[in-house]
């Protein structure tokens, strides 16, 4: 296809002075050939030259019979309108989109407006990165016979759902055969992701200048094509247009005083050309126009409707299209350019364009032009209007039911502006605050709850408008001021609206669990006690557990057996499919008393639903959950495959605060292995991502894995340096979580006051968790190493007994490793080898390799020779870190697509992944795929070595 492009690009007319331009597009285009996939965002001023580049691509793509290229332009007047470019790029797929999976097809459907969504989606459609996932599917497939260039123009004015889609598609492409292009121009807001590779056109040099025009006005004068090329800078269209208007005008335009060649922005003389061009029309001709530029997706039968309000005749279009303003194609009218579009609109008197925009309104009345219609509404009516604002918060409504939630903020922003009463008018800056606030925008949201507030006197509208302000001020600033607003705002519900006043205090009781504060703590309670007379029980059990775990967090150790009292009902109780949220708390409450087995249950039962309904936007939290549960159960590999895949999600859909929390456990998992680059890489995102970053202490969230490195190592003193929290904030969990390193290194240092202090601690939580085998298997092993020689025996096969009744490998490992070196201590040289060669085993199984290394050296003290994994059974494979979790997925039984689905990636990339893995594991076909994994061969991916058999972590590495 090479040849056959730079053949079209030779045979067809050349680009003046875009050589170097053209042969990037080039190479984007042959790589697509060639399977691979690239995106490209073309930025530039207005009239750079950006659609003609994007015109000679297609052009030059299409001299290949078997390629495809498909194309959408941004519409301004349609930035309003959720997935109005997704319809116009992929409307006519229906039969395409009904081969994707049955969500993915669901949310396109419902996303394009079609029937079809409507049964398929499952909900799905409120889900714009699921949206994106089907978009990208959907390329892939059709791409699948032919090589696909995608081509967006004017892409600033693409409306947030459909750009959003398209950029996650863009990043996402691997080895499809797709090119996406997208022509930005400068100055402008845009939704195309920023992380895009971008070219910038570049103004054509004066020899080019002056070429252009050559051929375009040869009468003109030497004196006047210099000023046109000083005047136009570079800029094509500005030669043009200034050219054919200098013609024009007999060149008298060079009086000193011309407004079209007066300083300013290339641009701006642009639209003065242009505006001289649209008032030299008839009056008719102009009114004709504004109706065009006003509905600018220029559909004839829309027009025609629009002129018999308004008394005019699509007859008077025809001068226009004469000079050559305006384009007729079949039934639709298009501009030249945008900027004539964006000048004729604003030469236009004010009353005029008012009774155009009503004229619209009321030709537009079926149900599929319901948002036109209701934004036309809008922009025609002048003061407060209850029926515009109850056309707009329906708009708004459909835009959050499609998931395109800034689209929703600004229609319930502008709704608000038309209410005729300050109750109504509050109640929709609130929709519109919430709407804002899952963007992202904090600032935005936090204005607009401030603004709601002021109007209103409801308390449920005040308090949801107090509970986006508190979610503003717990991510910036202070958890305690946070939960202090929240708990105001609650207060006036319990009687009226009790079951939101319970939601909005367990969000105060989570953000205490992270952020302890006894204070506020009892502050909270005489609420919680008000909202438990009004509910019950029901809600009694999980504001109590709320209110305990933020207490051990706060370091009343005390709470922890009312905590795991008040959490026994919870385990008898179904998972609420209906309150993701509350089960996510729930399910970190469970994991908080190191209930895992229960935890993961009901994490993989919420995981099922969430992949089956579409509701992609929990992923990364209900992955975080499973990841954990796995990670304290010893199912190493599937938790760090559950972290990568709740990860990868994270990052797609701009979820910060989980990825941080993903990135914890996978830590965790690289220093398990000894992997310290990877392990302090993933701390310093942790880090960068939250601004915590201090050269002088390390964040408490790299703390536990930190340590767990140092302890692989026997870096004591460093591992003390991480648990002891010193200067940071207290957290009890966090204190509980470290005290088994911290018990050990400080015994390794002779600081056993300090260790049986910690011990104490740490006891007390393994006393009230009561029979938990996994913990108090730790907790007799914390003894041992604390107790005199002669006291410490019983403990170490207590310890082991316990172990043997719920094998979490690691940590048995680890006590195997420590009770070695304290028979080898005892001189008891037969039983130290005996359970060292155990301890080895595992670590070695768990690839566990500082571990192993500390265990080798054990058993050389006793005598034996012992050579490590590698040197005896090969190097381990060289995945890359994506190979990695495409084939831990495969071997787990998945279909291509639906490792492609969790991943986040087109089928044909998940397949190319696959194939690699099979080609560096030397096997054919999943199932031997699934018997090296089962064997326990080890993966390495980007240089760290994920587990390969069912492993554990520390027991108290369940803490969020």
């Known amino acids: 296809m090479a040849d056959v492009i730079r053949s079209a690009a030779a045979t067809q007319h050349v680009l003046l002075g875009r050589q170097s331009e053209t042969d990037m597009i080039v190479d984007l285009l042959e790589a697509a050939r060639r399977g691979r996939s690239r995106a490209l965002v073309v930025r530039g001023p207005a009239g750079i030259g950006k659609s003609a580049l994007l015109d000679w691509a297609a052009r030059a793509f299409a001299e290949d019979a078997t390629a495809r290229v498909i194309h959408v332009r941004g519409i301004e007047s349609e930035v309003e309108l959720p997935y109005a470019a997704l319809h116009m790029l992929f409307g006519g797929w229906s039969a395409e989109i009904d081969a994707l999976p049955i969500a993915q097809a669901g949310a396109l459907h419902a996303a394009l407006g079609s029937p079809e969504g409507d049964s398929a989606a499952g909900g799905s459609s409120r889900d714009r990165l699921l949206v994106g996932l089907g978009a990208l599917t959907l390329l892939s497939d059709v791409s699948a016979s032919a090589p696909l260039l995608c081509v967006v123009d004017d892409a600033q004015w693409l409306d947030e759902a459909s750009a959003t889609a398209l950029s996650f598609a863009a990043r996402r492409l691997g080895t499809e055969g797709v090119v996406m292009l997208f022509a930005v121009r400068d100055h402008e807001d845009s939704h195309i992701g920023s992380d895009l590779p971008e070219l910038r056109v570049a103004p054509l040099s004066r020899e080019d200048s002056y070429e252009l025009l050559a051929g375009r006005a040869p009468g003109l004068q030497a004196a006047a094509l210099q000023r046109v090329i000083d005047v136009a800078g570079g800029n094509p269209l500005a030669l043009i247009e200034l050219c054919a208007l200098i013609s024009d005008s007999d060149q008298a335009v060079f009086a000193g005083d011309d407004p079209v060649l007066a300083p300013g922005p290339v641009s701006d003389r642009i639209e003065r050309t242009f505006g001289a061009r649209v008032r030299a029309l008839p009056e008719e001709t102009r009114s004709m126009l504004l109706t065009a530029a006003t509905e600018d997706t220029g559909v004839l039968t829309v027009l025609a409707a629009a002129a018999d309000e308004l008394g005019d005749s699509l007859a008077a279009l025809e001068a226009a299209e004469r000079a050559k303003l305006i384009e007729v194609t079949g039934d639709v009218v298009t501009f030249r350019h945008p900027l004539i579009r964006r000048v004729v609109y604003r030469q236009a008197p004010l009353v005029r364009r008012l009774a155009t925009h009503q004229a619209l309104a009321r030709v537009l009345t079926s149900d599929e032009y319901a948002d036109r219609r209701a934004w036309h509404l809008a922009a025609g009516t002048a003061g407060t209007s209850g029926e515009v604002a109850a056309a707009l918060e329906s708009a708004a409504d459909r835009a959050q039911n499609l998931g395109a939630y800034r689209t929703s903020a600004m229609a319930y922003e502008r709704a608000a502006s038309f209410a005729t009463e300050d109750r109504a008018r509050a109640k929709l800056l609130a929709s519109s605050a919430q709407a804002m606030l899952v963007t992202g925008r904090l600032d935005a949201a936090q204005k607009l709850a401030a603004r709601s507030m002021l109007l209103s006197s409801d308390p449920l509208t005040r308090a949801e408008s107090a509970a986006v302000r508190a979610h503003v001020e717990q991510v910036r600033s202070s958890?305690?001021?946070?939960?202090?607003?929240?708990?105001?705002?609650?207060?006036?519900?319990?009687?009226?609206?009790?079951?939101?006043?319970?939601?909005?205090?367990?969000?105060?009781?989570?953000?205490?669990?992270?952020?302890?504060?006894?204070?506020?703590?009892?502050?909270?309670?005489?609420?919680?006690?008000?909202?438990?007379?009004?509910?019950?029980?029901?809600?009694?059990?999980?504001?109590?557990?709320?209110?305990?775990?933020?207490?051990?967090?706060?370091?009343?150790?005390?709470?922890?057996?009312?905590?795991?009292?008040?959490?026994?009902?919870?385990?008898?109780?179904?998972?609420?499919?209906?309150?993701?949220?509350?089960?996510?708390?729930?399910?970190?409450?469970?994991?908080?008393?190191?209930?895992?087995?229960?935890?993961?249950?009901?994490?993989?039962?919420?995981?099922?639903?969430?992949?089956?309904?579409?509701?992609?936007?929990?992923?990364?939290?209900?992955?975080?959950?499973?990841?954990?549960?796995?990670?304290?159960?010893?199912?190493?590999?599937?938790?760090?495959?559950?972290?990568?895949?709740?990860?990868?999600?994270?990052?797609?859909?701009?979820?910060?605060?989980?990825?941080?929390?993903?990135?914890?456990?996978?830590?965790?998992?690289?220093?398990?292995?000894?992997?310290?680059?990877?392990?302090?890489?993933?701390?310093?995102?942790?880090?960068?991502?939250?601004?915590?970053?201090?050269?002088?202490?390390?964040?408490?969230?790299?703390?536990?894995?930190?340590?767990?490195?140092?302890?692989?190592?026997?870096?004591?003193?460093?591992?003390?340096?991480?648990?002891?929290?010193?200067?940071?904030?207290?957290?009890?969990?966090?204190?509980?979580?470290?005290?088994?390193?911290?018990?050990?290194?400080?015994?390794?240092?002779?600081?056993?006051?300090?260790?049986?202090?910690?011990?104490?601690?740490?006891?007390?939580?393994?006393?009230?968790?009561?029979?938990?085998?996994?913990?108090?298997?730790?907790?007799?092993?914390?003894?041992?190493?604390?107790?005199?020689?002669?006291?410490?025996?019983?403990?170490?096969?207590?310890?082991?007994?316990?172990?043997?009744?719920?094998?979490?490998?690691?940590?048995?490992?680890?006590?195997?490793?420590?009770?070695?070196?304290?028979?080898?201590?005892?001189?008891?040289?037969?039983?130290?080898?005996?359970?060292?060669?155990?301890?080895?085993?595992?670590?070695?199984?768990?690839?566990?390799?500082?571990?192993?290394?500390?265990?080798?050296?054990?058993?050389?003290?006793?005598?034996?020779?012992?050579?490590?994994?590698?040197?005896?059974?090969?190097?381990?494979?060289?995945?890359?870190?994506?190979?990695?979790?495409?084939?831990?997925?495969?071997?787990?039984?998945?279909?291509?697509?639906?490792?492609?689905?969790?991943?986040?990636?087109?089928?044909?990339?998940?397949?190319?992944?696959?194939?690699?893995?099979?080609?560096?594991?030397?096997?054919?076909?999943?199932?031997?795929?699934?018997?090296?994994?089962?064997?326990?061969?080890?993966?390495?991916?980007?240089?760290?070595?994920?587990?390969?058999?069912?492993?554990?972590?520390?027991?108290?590495?369940?803490f969020a």
Request: aromatic share 4%; glycine share 6%; charged share 25%.
């Open 479 to 958: 958890s305690s001021d946070a939960c202090r607003t929240v708990l105001d705002a609650a207060a006036p519900l319990v009687r009226s609206h009790p079951s939101a006043a319970q939601t909005m205090l367990s969000a105060v009781f989570r953000w205490l669990t992270y952020a302890p504060d006894p204070g506020m703590i009892k502050l909270a309670q005489p609420l919680a006690d008000a909202i438990a007379a009004e509910l019950g029980s029901e809600a009694s059990v999980q504001l109590t557990a709320g209110r305990h775990a933020a207490l051990v967090s706060a370091g009343r150790f005390d709470a922890a057996a009312p905590l795991v009292r008040a959490l026994a009902p919870l385990r008898k109780r179904p998972v609420q499919i209906g309150s993701p949220e509350d089960e996510l708390a729930n399910i970190l409450l469970l994991l908080a008393v190191e209930d895992a087995h229960e935890a993961l249950l009901r994490a993989l039962e919420l995981l099922r639903t969430c992949r089956e309904r579409g509701m992609t936007g929990l992923l990364p939290e209900v992955l975080h959950r499973v990841a954990l549960a796995q990670l304290g159960l010893g199912a190493l590999r599937q938790s760090k495959a559950a972290a990568a895949e709740g990860l990868a999600v994270a990052d797609a859909i701009g979820t910060p605060l989980a990825a941080i929390r993903l990135c914890e456990i996978l830590a965790v998992h690289a220093a398990i292995s000894g992997d310290e680059q990877e392990c302090r890489n993933l701390g310093n995102r942790c880090a960068t991502s939250t601004g915590e970053h201090d050269e002088h202490d390390e964040p408490q969230y790299t703390a536990h894995a930190l340590s767990t490195l140092d302890m692989g190592y026997t870096r004591y003193e460093s591992a003390i340096s991480r648990t002891d929290l010193g200067t940071r904030p207290f957290h009890g969990l966090l204190y509980l979580r470290l005290a088994p390193n911290h018990i050990e290194a400080a015994v390794r240092l002779g600081r056993r006051s300090e260790a049986a202090e910690r011990l104490t601690y740490y006891l007390q939580w393994a006393t009230a968790l009561g029979d938990n085998p996994a913990v108090t298997a730790v907790a007799y092993r914390c003894r041992a190493l604390v107790a005199d020689d002669e006291d410490a025996k019983d403990l170490w096969l207590a310890a082991i007994e316990c172990h043997a009744k719920d094998e979490r490998p690691f940590e048995y490992a680890r006590t195997l490793l420590l009770y070695g070196e304290w028979l080898r201590h005892m001189r008891r040289r037969a039983d130290a080898r005996e359970t060292l060669r155990g301890a080895l085993a595992r670590f070695e199984r768990l690839g566990a390799h500082p571990w192993a290394e500390r265990t080798r050296v054990g058993l050389r003290a006793c005598g034996v020779t012992v050579f490590d994994g590698e040197r005896k059974g090969g190097n381990p494979v060289q995945l890359t870190g994506q190979e990695a979790t495409v084939a831990q997925l495969a071997a787990e039984g998945l279909a291509d697509r639906e490792i492609a689905a969790r991943l986040f990636l087109s089928p044909r990339t998940v397949s190319y992944h696959l194939s690699n893995s099979y080609r560096k594991l030397g096997v054919s076909s999943r199932m031997a795929l699934t018997r090296v994994l089962a064997q326990g061969r080890e993966l390495r991916g980007d240089g760290s070595a994920p587990p390969t058999s069912d492993a554990v972590s520390q027991p108290s590495a369940h």
